[in-house]
């Protein structure tokens, strides 16, 4: 098979980046940015407690 159309290398990223993403939600079956935000906001409760406890909230991070 010819490929006539020869796409430049950035192309060719975001493509597989697209395609990277596609394959990750059909994996999980849920949408990726819902499961991010939830990161934050997680991450931020982090960035909150941290000063009092520095053991217990990096175990858990983690």
Do not use: G, W
Request: hydrophobic share 20%.
């Amino acid at each position: 098979m010819k490929i006539t159309h020869h796409e430049k290398p950035s192309e060719k990223r975001a493509r597989k980046k697209d395609d990277c993403e596609r394959r990750r939600k059909k994996l999980h079956k849920i949408p990726y940015e819902p499961q991010f935000t939830k990161f934050q906001v997680s991450a931020r409760h982090f960035q909150v407690k941290r000063p009092s406890q520095a053991d217990d909230s990096t175990n858990k991070r983690v």
